[in-house]
């Protein structure tokens, strides 16, 4: 302090001396962290020196008591600028983002109904617009590619069905000219057989008559071969005209109760009041109530149940049968309406009936189907066109 006081003496300048160690925090406890100054003060006589020696410890404490509160200020201020950021860049960056990623895994999944708001950012707006444009094209892509595939299975099954008709009528046409060749022949010679065994009948004993009626029963069999042959290969639309279906199935029904075919089993018949005409010839439709009738009979065990039905669906009759057998093999089912094709034993069945009732359905301008499962039953459903209505399908 001495060496202060001399060298303001002589330069007569102020003179500032500082002791600093570098340190600020925590303000050390030290005699070198202090600032000297040192004032000449100007007199006639002696010249007078003014000095102050002020310890740092203390102004860099109240210094830092002063900043406190506007440190505490700037850290209250960054708080919430953070929260505000975060929150800020929350709603409009993370929450779009995570929506268009589950919106994305709902795509992956198959899920293409799903579309994404678009929100936030302009970039994440733009992608999440981008996003439903993507999911509403790939929408009407599936929807292109179903309606396609169904129009594709739609022609195919038009083509197997005429492919199958094709193959029935080739067949039809193959009957038909053996059952033209044969049917003159065999009704000649047939007639004059039944004829002779009739006569036969008439002088055998009664030992030897009942040889003569199993031989007049097998020509009776070989007739109706003939007549079914002839049938199934006669030509269409012969004699269609307006009738009745429900006297018609009512006819069928008749027809059972007198040969008393269904004693065994239960008939369930549901017929409404009136039907709509159709157009045909009444006796081939009860022909194919019949014979409908008579094959689920064969598949029926004794007390079982059969169901008759018949109910208008837009411009079509409807007609059912029902019943409650042992069902159709389903390898069985594709061949079901060819002709000579049956599930019935060895000498139980030509397999002429169920081609006869198609080829006769077909011609009436409908349709007949089966449903059939094992063990549950078979179900034949007929659709004939009502008249006006008719039209081949």
């Given at each position: 302090?001495?060496?202060?006081?001399?060298?303001?003496?002589?330069?007569?300048?102020?003179?500032?001396?500082?002791?600093?160690?570098?340190?600020?925090w925590?303000?050390?406890e030290?005699?070198?962290?202090?600032?000297?100054?040192?004032?000449p003060?100007?007199?006639?006589?002696?010249?007078?020196?003014?000095?102050?020696?002020v310890?740092?410890?203390?102004?860099?404490?109240?210094?830092?008591?002063?900043?406190?509160?506007?440190?505490?200020?700037?850290?209250?201020?960054?708080?919430?600028?953070?929260?505000?950021?975060?929150?800020?860049?929350?709603?409009?960056?993370?929450?779009?983002?995570?929506?268009?990623?589950?919106?994305?895994?709902?795509?992956?999944?198959?899920?293409?109904?799903?579309?994404?708001?678009?929100?936030?950012?302009?970039?994440?707006?733009?992608?999440?617009?981008?996003?439903n444009?993507?999911?509403?094209?790939?929408?009407?892509?599936?929807?292109?590619?179903?309606?396609?595939?169904?129009?594709?299975?739609?022609t195919?099954?038009?083509?197997?069905?005429?492919?199958?008709?094709?193959?029935?009528?080739?067949?039809?046409?193959?009957?038909?000219?053996?059952?033209?060749?044969?049917?003159?022949?065999?009704?000649?010679?047939?007639?004059?057989l039944?004829?002779?065994?009739?006569?036969?009948?008439?002088?055998v004993?009664?030992?030897?008559?009942?040889?003569?009626?199993?031989?007049?029963g097998?020509?009776?069999?070989?007739?109706?071969?003939?007549?079914?042959?002839?049938?199934?290969?006669?030509?269409?639309?012969?004699?269609?005209?307006?009738?009745?279906?429900?006297?018609?199935?009512?006819?069928?029904?008749?027809?059972?109760?007198?040969?008393?075919?269904?004693?065994?089993?239960?008939?369930?018949?549901?017929?409404?009041?009136?039907?709509?005409?159709?157009?045909g010839?009444?006796?081939?439709?009860?022909?194919?109530?019949?014979?409908?009738?008579?094959?689920?009979?064969?598949?029926?065990?004794?007390?079982?149940?059969?169901?008759?039905?018949?109910?208008?669906?837009?411009?079509?009759?409807?007609i059912?049968?029902?019943?409650?057998?042992?069902?159709i093999?389903?390898?069985?089912?594709?061949?079901?309406?060819?002709?000579?094709?049956?599930?019935?034993?060895?000498?139980?069945?030509?397999?002429?009936?169920?081609?006869?009732?198609?080829?006769?359905?077909?011609?009436?301008?409908?349709?007949?189907?089966?449903?059939?499962?094992?063990?549950?039953?078979?179900?034949?459903?007929?659709?004939?066109?009502?008249?006006?209505?008719?039209?081949?399908?």
């Amino acid at each position: 302090m001495r060496g202060d006081l001399l060298e303001a003496r002589i330069s007569q300048q102020t003179q500032v001396r500082v002791d600093y160690d570098g340190s600020w925090w925590p303000a050390p406890e030290t005699e070198r962290q202090r600032m000297v100054v040192t004032v000449p003060i100007p007199s006639l006589g002696t010249p007078l020196l003014l000095q102050a020696d002020v310890g740092l410890v203390d102004v860099r404490a109240r210094l830092f008591e002063a900043q406190r509160p506007l440190i505490l200020y700037l850290l209250l201020f960054g708080t919430i600028l953070v929260g505000f950021g975060s929150l800020l860049i929350g709603r409009t960056v993370v929450q779009p983002i995570r929506r268009l990623m589950l919106a994305t895994q709902e795509v992956a999944q198959g899920e293409l109904s799903a579309d994404v708001t678009a929100s936030g950012l302009r970039e994440v707006s733009d992608l999440a617009t981008s996003f439903n444009h993507m999911t509403a094209a790939l929408r009407e892509s599936r929807q292109e590619t179903a309606e396609h595939i169904a129009e594709l299975s739609r022609t195919n099954r038009e083509l197997s069905e005429a492919r199958d008709e094709l193959v029935r009528s080739e067949k039809l046409a193959s009957v038909g000219h053996l059952a033209a060749g044969m049917a003159h022949e065999i009704g000649n010679t047939l007639g004059a057989l039944t004829g002779y065994l009739g006569l036969l009948e008439q002088d055998v004993a009664e030992e030897e008559r009942e040889l003569v009626v199993r031989a007049q029963g097998e020509a009776a069999r070989i007739d109706r071969l003939v007549r079914e042959l002839l049938d199934y290969a006669a030509p269409a639309h012969l004699g269609s005209e307006p009738f009745d279906p429900r006297a018609a199935l009512l006819e069928a029904l008749q027809l059972l109760d007198q040969q008393q075919a269904l004693e065994e089993l239960q008939l369930d018949v549901e017929l409404p009041e009136q039907l709509p005409e159709v157009c045909g010839r009444a006796a081939k439709l009860v022909q194919v109530v019949l014979n409908l009738l008579l094959n689920a009979r064969d598949a029926s065990s004794a007390g079982g149940t059969l169901r008759l039905t018949a109910a208008v669906q837009g411009t079509r009759l409807i007609i059912r049968v029902e019943d409650e057998g042992a069902g159709i093999p389903v390898a069985d089912l594709s061949h079901i309406f060819d002709p000579f094709f049956t599930t019935k034993p060895q000498g139980k069945g030509r397999g002429l009936g169920l081609a006869v009732c198609h080829h006769i359905i077909t011609e009436m301008g409908g349709r007949i189907d089966v449903v059939s499962e094992q063990e549950r039953g078979t179900t034949f459903s007929v659709a004939i066109p009502c008249c006006g209505e008719n039209s081949h399908e």
